[in-house]
């Protein structure tokens, strides 16, 4: 919460230590989004409680790895559409 200092107003961080871990991570949270803007964001696997730090020039990564959620969600996208292909075929055929 702000306080009045001899600076103007002051922004104190007083979290009981518990919920330190919290706030420390939204301070460096906030921190990245100051120095990195638009290059934050929640990767794109619901499953996935990571975040993508985008160093890609056209800043179009999606993934907090290629390895993982992006070969997952891949996988998972085809899937979709194979099976979306055969429930079409099945209606077009009756
Ligand atoms: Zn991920």
Redesign the pocket.
Known sequence: MPRPSESGIEWRVDVPPERRLAVELVLAWADVKERMPGRLRP???SE?R?F?LDHSRANTAR???MK??GNRIKARRHLARVRETRRTEEIAGT
Request: with cysteine.
């Open positions: 990767c794109e696997n996935c990571l993508v993934w907090c790895s993982t959620c």
